[in-house]
């Protein structure tokens, strides 16, 4: 018998392996923070042993979703402002507010308000940005939870806590506080064009060269930065601006990626550069709908983000990919425009691809990081179930997810936080409300 730290026996297993398998009856088995082996439950008891399983007999089994863009630490500030165009509900609202509220503590709380909210809705990995990047590094690692990790870089001060003079200053510091850290890595992250001077972005292009860094960042959300880039940089939209600074010559995220164009698509079609969707940011925020069916067929790689919970309301990649399915389908005249099967691959194995971690996240298959989710489908309200990939799009709710796994740890067991405290995040999240409230009124 071997012994190993945890076994999922897994009604319906969906590998999001190369052929799209789905395993009936199958046990996964984990060592440390790896699957070691995929087999038969039959099999499975005379080989291995555990103290920990998980019965999910009943449920489906797949890997963790995760989410490509998200801003978690502005946890507190949603619904803080709704209804409004972006450069109001920037310039006038969430900049403002940041500026008078940031702080160490408060990036903190909120950012395991927000890495617990993922937890919940089944997200085993999330790609940010932010202020304060070490207390979202501090988070993670309080709430075992896996992520790539950007400074956000940007030219204008922010309160107390940003100086563009400081801009990718402690980038090493960031870097040396994970060297041992398996659950993070460090991005560059400048927050766009339009806030990033050129010089600031060849420094950010030459850091992330030089230390094989992923750039992160926000692109074409909107047609006024389209307009205001072309004016600026002789006729070059924004794809064509950041291909003549040198950036797409580098692994990047292009947060959004709503309004390019064909000449757009075969630039980035040929460079190591991903688009990570956030539909429902750009739904409420009237910014349009990125081109997803011309993209799929340049293969342009997918990925999906939520964007922050100011924008959205909320850090469902279930709800995400609902909404794209639904959306497209309407916008193109065409029930076929977008599958629920291509969907799930977005949300998992296409959006670790986007982070460079195709290798070792985004399926479940042998000698893969444990990163999975199980979920509750034993109910009348998601039966029948006939194909199990148009549940989880059309019918599943994210609060269907039982059980979340992070790096071979059991981080969400029957739908209860195991390393965050909820009511704490309750008492934190109206004790901010309140700050915040007295805070934007001076
Ligand atoms: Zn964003």
């Not at 590998?15 to 395993?23: D, Q, R, S």
């Not at 797949?62 to 803080?80: E, Q, W």
């Amino acid at each position: 018998m071997i012994d190993v730290d945890l076994i999922v026996e897994a009604g319906q297993l969906i590998t999001i392996n190369e052929n799209n398998e789905i395993l009936e009856n199958y046990a996964l088995i984990i060592k440390q923070n790896k699957i070691i082996d995929i087999l038969p439950y039959e099999n499975y008891q005379s080989k291995y042993h555990s103290e920990n399983i998980i019965d999910a007999s009943n449920q489906i089994v797949m890997p963790g979703f995760i989410n490509t863009h998200s801003h978690i630490a502005m946890a507190y500030f949603k619904g803080l402002a709704d209804d409004l165009p972006l450069d109001i509900w920037l310039n006038q609202y969430i900049w403002p507010a940041e500026a008078k509220c940031l702080n160490p503590e408060f990036v903190f709380e909120a950012s395991l308000n927000g890495i617990a909210e993922l937890i919940r809705s089944g997200v085993t990995c999330f790609n940010d940005m932010y202020f304060y990047p070490d207390e979202t590094i501090k988070a993670c690692n309080q709430a075992n939870m896996r992520a790539l990790i950007g400074d956000i870089t940007l030219d204008f001060p922010m309160g107390d806590f940003h100086h563009p003079q400081n801009n990718l200053k402690n980038f090493h510091k960031y870097k040396n506080l994970i060297k041992n850290n398996d659950l993070i890595d460090i991005s560059i992250a400048p927050h766009s064009i339009y806030v990033c001077s050129k010089q600031t972005w060849l420094n950010c292009i030459a850091v992330a060269k030089q230390e094989n860094c992923i750039i992160h960042t926000h692109l074409s959300e909107t047609e006024q930065e389209n307009i205001d880039c072309k004016k600026q940089n002789d006729g070059l939209s924004p794809i064509q601006y950041l291909e003549s600074l040198g950036a797409l010559d580098t692994k990047t995220i292009l947060a959004h990626g709503v309004h390019l164009d064909s000449e757009d698509i075969s630039i980035i079609k040929n460079k190591d550069c991903s688009i990570a969707l956030n539909i429902h940011s750009n739904l409420k925020l009237a910014s349009g709908f990125p081109p997803i069916p011309e993209y799929l067929q340049n293969n342009i790689n997918l990925s999906i983000g939520t964007d922050s919970v100011a924008s959205n309301n909320k850090l469902s990649c279930v709800d995400e990919i609902s909404t794209i399915a639904k959306l497209y389908k309407a916008l193109y005249k065409n029930p076929t425009a977008i599958s629920a099967k291509s969907l799930v691959r977005m949300a998992t194995i296409d959006s670790a691809k986007a982070l460079g971690k195709q290798d070792v996240l985004g399926s479940l298959e042998i000698g893969k990081l444990a990163d999975l989710i199980t979920i509750d489908c034993d109910n009348f309200l998601s039966n029948p179930i006939y194909d199990p990939y148009s549940y989880i799009v059309y019918s599943m709710d994210r609060l269907n997810i039982n059980d979340t796994i992070i790096n071979g740890k059991v981080v969400l067991r029957n739908k209860k936080l195991q390393t965050i405290d909820e009511m704490l995040l309750l008492k934190n999240s109206l004790k901010n409300k309140n700050n915040i409230i007295s805070r934007i009124k001076k």
